[in-house]
Each structure stands twice: as structure tokens, then as C-alpha cells.
């Protein structure tokens, strides 16, 4: 129990006292200390001709009955006269109104607590909360002073190379030491981008990128993979990512397109049950629209980007989508609105624009359609530096772009470095009422509204309690799982032979090739470590696809790599099969967009000089569909293995047989850029692989056990022929 001591004026003839609370003496001269626990107060000595009286500020009782009926029972035992009396109740009472807070009180309903905490709050410490700044700028004295609503860590942002869950716990925390110690103490939130698992971050499990997920068509395993990514995420003392993204990739020439779960809005659709996993499983008697995060395991997350970023024109990053208002909601909205049912607690503006309009701009489509139709409660922010990009060139007119985003609906500003500039022109424009104050009470009520449902204002700091769910093997096994539902298998055999897959583990010897086989970086792809991803094995931790294929070929197998060998070399070393593996470099938004879609420098001429020579599979790492016609017929075997991230026994277990293929196209394999935009049901639909293709095979297990069935016996050809293909793949058993 909390007290207050309530200083009352002197009043004559009345005894003095010394009250004993739990058992210890509390005596001062002039006072009278009361603690309104029955059974603890005994008045027994004389002070002075003062009181005072000892307030339990704890006690929330609706109407204060509890406490007057408390208080009207101590004054009986201390024999006050009325009229004292009730100058002592009204003193009493105007102090416990003055000292009760409702937006401190977590038994207040969130709406509450927000209006009560709006109406306290200065027109500076409002416009503070709507800044998000970028880590670099943040410190203790910039938090206090600003009022800084929100931190983020941009791609690569992190606080020291290879900085363990501790270091970033220690630094999160610090900024908001400085937020709590601003007059009303309001927690900042901070963000991070968390897109295929904690990807900034070193040691995390690294999932597949979303085109990867949408292949796999499980929106259960999306979920899965929500919650342990929420895990990962608090573990570094992290509340809130930017994630996931709903896009609808209508071209593959973009540079994002790897981030969206398909090309058809259904899937996408179906992948937004990543948000439960996420934020936890709304309530039962949630109202749509408001958001909900499920506790200090669960993160707030981030539809984005609204909306129609996935249909630019000729797949250009951050440009302008092109089409009716019947298109633009039925193709690149229905997500918005299943997320929404679903308590998705902020959405993120897209760069691009509607029929020549900017997004950050467009008042229409954030507060008409998202807020207003779709009846969104959470928080709407901007994309980094998005406010700048209404004009052209960006920031040439500040002033205005801070005007037409705010007005057009926007709460949070991703600024992320100029905040001053920021503060300052957002102030001037409502001070000289361009912008009126109900909506920046509007956008300051949504972000106040997120923290207190996330429980931020009663947990404000990251522990180090969750610190083992970094990078655990519980998670790195669902992202094996993921791996191998992800990858989706588009030939499996020349001109109807014996299929090549699944690979005997048993042989001589075998040749692993390619640039991607034995790159960390390459295989994870964009955001991952760095914005733009990295080469190489060093940067974080995970098994590289060649170092799959070695633990999981038997001990007598020999296994050569080279990167990029020559024919003659394929042909001179007697290989059994050979294993390439080849794609794209990583890449992020503008820097990834490609009018060609080639795979990268020597990966073209890997497949001619290996495939020409021995049987060989092949396996793309892309963030797409690439152009590949030219070299399918070389092919034996072509695995579609996307961005599969950190986890390369994933695509082992489906090579050798552990588990059958079942991926299928989240979008339609091209055979020539010149077709391009092409997605099912379109008049000009002439593809390499169909939306929705993939190959399945049995595992070896499912194999045997159909191989050696009464039913197989009772048909003895159907048993010869499975036995032949069986001896013919030389598998070892398990």
C-alpha cells in the first residue's frame, strides 16, 4: 500500500498523537499520521495541536466510497468535532483527487486511460509522439526533451557488430529511460524491420523471405512462424515490427516482389494468419478494427505497404499504379481488410502512388477507405523518409509534404533523422490552424491507444528473460520445415525417364557447384544483417546449402566443390550427379528492380558446362521467377528454392528423400521478360511454369512402405517397377 502524507492547517484543542503503522512507531512533532487499515491505527500520545493523516493511494474503489467510509471511521476514533470533520473529509478528498491518475491505472479500459492522458498532454509533447526516429539520433536528453514517441532500427541498424540479445536490451532501454523521465512519463515504442524472421539481428533464425511461405500454402505454418518471430523479437527488448508485407506483386520485375506472398490477393490473403502469430489470437469479443497485442511475448505488428505497391508500372519500385478503383480493391485491398479483423495494431503507407497521386498524400484512400470504412483504430505511419517523397525531388518542400501527409491521415512520421525540422514546421502548421488540433488529437489518441493495449505503459522495459529464444533450435527447426514445404520442384526427370529426386546418399562421389552454394548471405537474401543483405558466412549464423549436403550424404560419399568448373573437369571425375546452385545477389526495394531478371554472372554458363556433362539438379535462389527456358532442356532436375534463409537441411530433406516435395508457384514462371506483366487469367497467359505448378514426390519412407504394401505384392508389376526405381536410386534405408 502507497501513502501520502496530507497536511492539514492547526487546529485548537485538539489532542496530539502518534500513530503505529505495521508495527512501527511513526512520531513528529505537529502531526498526526493515520493509516486508514483497520486494526493498525491506535492513537496513543500527545504531539502538537496539528494532524495529519496518511492516504493509501493504492485503493481504487469507483466513487472513493471505501475510503470516506474509512476515513469517517479514524475521525469517530479520534473524536473530531463536524465541522473539523468535514473540513478534514473535503481536504481528504480533494488530495485523492488530485493524485489519482486514470491513464496510470491499468484497470482503466485503454479508451479511457488515452482520453484522460490527450487531455494532459501539451500541444510539443503531442506532436512528439507522432516522431519516430532512427536509433543514430536517438539519446536520454532527446527522448525527455522531444517527447519522442517512437525509436527504430533501420536495415542494419544495431547498436555493435554481431550485438547479442543483452546489448540491444541495454540500449532500448536506455532511450526509454529518457522518454519515462519526461513529465508524463510515456513510453516510446520501438520498431524494427522483422520481415523474414529478426533479420537485423545477429544469431536470429532467418525464415524464408514471404514468396517462399506463399509457395508453401499453409497459412498455420505463417502463424507459426509469427509467434516464434514475436519471441525473437522481444528476446532483444523489442515490442513492435514492421511486418508482415501484404503486397500483391504484379510484376516480378519489381524489386520487392519477394517480399509478397503471391501474385494472387487470395493467398496473400490466407498468410496474413501471421498476424495472430505475431500479435496473439484476438479476443473473442474484440470490435473490429481496434488493435491487440497478447502480452510481453507478442509484438505489435505492421500491415504494409497501403496500398497497391505491388502493381506499379512495369514493376518499377515506388511508382505509380495504374488502374481502376474495381482493381485496386479487389486485387491489392482484401488484405488490408482481413488484417484489420484480425487486430493488426498499425498499417505503413506505401511509396508509390494511385493513378498519379502519392499514398502519403492521399486522403481519400487513408482516412476515407482505411479509417472510415474499414473502421482501422490503430496507428497509421509512414515509411522511412515517405513524407519527403510527395514532392519532386523529395524534401524541396517540407513545410507542405508534413502538411499533406498529417491531413491525409498519417499519425506516426518515420522522419527518421530531421525530427527537429519536423517538430518545428508540424507546429507552426497548427499553430496558425492549417492543421487543427482534433487531428493531431486524432493521431496522437491511435498511438496511445496501441501502447496501452500492448501493455507498455505497465512494462515499459526489455528484460533479458526470453534471451534463449534468440536464434533457438526450436525455431531454427520450424525454419527447416519451412524450407522444405517452400521449394517447389519444376522438373524431376528428362523427357519422362526414371525421376532423379529423390538423390541416393550412397555413391562415389559427387559435385556440388554454383555461387550459391555455399553463401550464407546469398541464400538468406535483402534484409538480412544490412538492408541491401550480404555475402559471404560470417555475418551471421545458419548451414549453407553445401554444408547440408555434406551431413546428410553418407560418410563414404566424396563431395568437390567448385564454384564455377569447366566441362572438361565435370567430365574427367567420373561424378555420379552433380548439384548446382545458382540465382540471384541479394537486394532491397529499388536496388533489386530488373527489366532483364537474368541470374547472376556465371550461374548461366555453371548449368551448360555441369549439365552438359553429368546428371545434374539445379537450384535457384531467387526472390522470382528468372528467365531459365534457354537452359531447362539441359536440365535434369530444377528445384524453385526462393530466399530459404538460414536453414539449408531444409532443402536437403526433400533432395534425399526425408520429405516429398509439395511447394507449388505462388506466381507464374515466365519464359520471357517481353511478357511481362503476366498473371493467371490474363488473355495473353502463355508461362513456363503455371501459377500453381509444382511437382510432388513420396519420401523414401512413403516409398518403401507403399513399395512392400499387400496391395503393391497382390499387383507384381506395379511391385517390379517400384522396385527397379527403388534399386536404381541406390538409397540407403533407414
Not at 525531388?393 to 499519425?411: E, K, M, R
Not at 553445401?546 to 567448385?562: F, R
Not at 530459404?644 to 515466365?670: A, C, M, N
Amino acid at each position: 500500500m502507497g501513502f501520502q502524507l496530507l497536511p492539514i492547517p492547526s487546529i485548537p484543542s485538539m489532542a496530539s498523537t502518534t500513530t503505529y503503522t505495521d508495527n512501527r512507531r511513526i512520531k513528529k512533532k505537529g502531526w498526526i499520521m493515520e493509516a486508514i487499515v483497520p486494526g493498525k491505527a491506535a492513537l496513543e500520545e500527545e504531539v502538537d495541536q496539528s494532524f495529519f493523516l496518511l492516504i493509501p493511494l493504492t485503493v481504487r474503489v469507483k466513487g472513493y466510497t471505501r475510503i470516506i467510509e474509512q476515513a469517517l471511521r479514524t475521525m469517530a476514533r479520534v473524536s473530531l468535532s463536524l465541522p473539523v470533520a468535514m473540513l478534514f473529509v473535503v481536504l481528504w478528498w480533494w488530495e485523492v483527487k488530485a493524485e489519482y491518475v486514470k491513464y496510470k491505472d491499468p484497470n482503466q479500459q485503454p479508451a479511457a486511460r488515452v482520453a484522460d492522458l490527450v487531455a494532459r498532454m501539451s500541444l510539443q509533447e503531442k506532436i512528439g509522439q507522432m516522431v519516430q526516429i532512427d536509433r543514430s539520433v536517438a539519446n536520454f536528453d532527446t527522448m525527455k526533451t522531444y517527447f519522442i514517441g517512437s525509436v527504430l532500427s533501420g536495415g542494419g541498424s544495431a547498436p555493435l557488430p554481431e550485438a547479442s540479445a543483452e546489448d540491444w536490451v541495454n540500449m532500448i532501454n536506455g532511450f526509454q529511460k529518457g522518454s519515462l523521465a519526461s513529465r508524463l512519463g510515456i513510453p516510446m515504442i520501438y520498431g524494427i524491420d522483422a520481415v523474414h524472421g529478426h533479420n537485423n539481428v545477429y544469431n536470429a533464425t532467418i525464415f524464408p523471405h514471404n514468396i517462399g511461405l506463399g509457395a508453401t500454402r499453409d497459412p498455420e505454418l505463417a502463424k507459426r512462424i509469427g509467434s516464434a518471430t514475436a519471441l525473437e523479437v522481444r528476446a532483444t527488448g523489442i515490442p513492435y515490427a514492421f511486418a508482415p508485407c501484404i503486397a500483391v506483386c504484379r510484376d516480378p520485375r519489381w524489386g520487392r516482389c519477394y517480399e509478397s506472398y503471391s501474385e494472387d490477393h487470395r493467398i496473400v490473403q490466407a498468410m496474413t494468419e501471421i498476424i495472430p502469430g505475431l500479435q496473439g489470437d484476438i479476443p473473442a469479443n474484440s470490435r473490429k478494427g481496434f488493435p491487440y497485442v497478447g502480452g510481453n511475448k507478442k509484438v505489435a505488428a505492421c500491415a504494409k505497404h497501403f496500398v497497391g505497391d505491388g502493381g506499379t508500372i512495369r514493376g518499377i519500385n515506388e511508382n505509380n499504379t495504374v488502374t481502376d478503383q474495381h482493381d485496386l480493391l479487389s486485387i491489392h485491398m482484401p488484405a488490408y481488410s482481413d488484417s484489420i479483423i484480425k487486430g493488426v495494431s498499425t498499417v505503413m503507407i506505401s511509396y508509390s502512388s494511385w493513378n498519379g497521386e502519392k499514398m502519403h498524400a492521399n486522403r481519400d484512400l487513408v482516412t476515407g477507405f482505411l479509417k472510415d470504412t474499414l473502421k482501422f483504430k490503430g496507428f497509421v505511419i509512414s515509411d522511412w523518409e515517405g513524407i519527403d517523397r510527395i514532392t519532386s525531388p523529395p524534401h524541396s518542400n517540407y513545410t507542405y509534404s508534413v502538411q499533406a501527409s498529417i491531413l491525409a491521415g498519417i499519425d506516426m512520421v518515420m522522419v527518421p533523422v530531421n525530427y527537429k525540422e519536423f517538430i518545428n514546421d508540424l507546429t507552426y502548421l497548427v499553430k496558425n490552424n492549417v492543421i487543427p488540433m482534433d487531428r493531431i488529437d486524432d493521431a496522437v489518441s491511435r498511438i496511445l491507444l496501441v501502447k496501452f493495449t500492448m501493455g507498455l505503459f505497465e512494462n515499459p522495459f526489455g528484460d533479458l528473460t526470453l534471451v534463449n529464444e534468440l536464434g533457438s533450435q526450436a525455431h531454427r527447426d520450424l525454419a527447416r520445415e519451412a524450407v522444405r514445404k517452400s521449394l517447389v520442384l519444376l522438373k524431376n526427370g528428362k523427357n519422362g525417364t526414371i525421376p532423379v529426386l529423390p538423390l541416393p546418399k550412397k555413391v562415389p562421389k559427387i559435385l556440388v557447384a554454383g555461387s550459391h552454394a555455399d553463401n550464407l548471405g546469398y541464400q538468406c537474401g535483402g534484409w538480412t544483417m544490412a538492408w541491401q543483405g550480404f555475402s559471404g558466412n560470417n555475418k551471421t549464423r545458419g548451414t549453407t546449402i553445401l554444408g547440408a549436403i555434406k551431413s546428410t550424404v553418407d560418410s563414404s560419399t566424396e563431395v568437390v566443390y567448385l564454384e564455377n568448373p569447366d566441362s572438361d573437369f565435370v567430365k574427367s571425375n567420373n561424378f555420379e550427379y552433380a548439384i548446382v546452385v545458382v540465382g540471384e545477389h541479394p537486394y532491397a526495394e529499388t536496388d533489386g528492380d530488373s527489366m532483364n531478371l537474368t541470374m547472376a554472372n556465371n550461374g548461366p554458363s555453371v548449368i551448360t558446362s555441369v549439365c552438359e556433362a553429368v546428371k545434374c539438379i539445379v537450384i535457384i535462389i531467387s526472390g522470382r521467377p528468372v528467365v531459365i527456358e534457354p537452359y531447362v532442356s539441359s536440365i535434369d532436375a530444377l528445384v524453385a528454392a526462393w530466399l530459404p534463409g538460414t536453414e539449408g537441411q531444409g532443402i536437403t530433406d526433400v533432395l534425399y528423400g526425408e520429405h516429398g516435395f509439395s511447394g507449388k508457384l505462388p506466381r507464374t514462371w515466365f519464359r520471357s521478360v517481353d511478357q511481362l506483366p503476366m498473371n493467371i487469367g490474363d488473355p495473353h497467359y502463355d508461362p513456363l511454369f503455371p501459377f500453381g505448378f509444382g511437382l510432388e514426390t513420396e519420401s523414401v519412407k512413403e516409398l518403401v512402405a507403399r513399395s512392400t504394401s499387400a496391395g503393391v505384392f497382390r499387383r507384381p508389376w506395379t511391385f517390379l517397377v517400384a522396385v527397379a526405381v527403388i534399386i536404381s536410386l541406390r538409397l540407403e534405408f533407414p
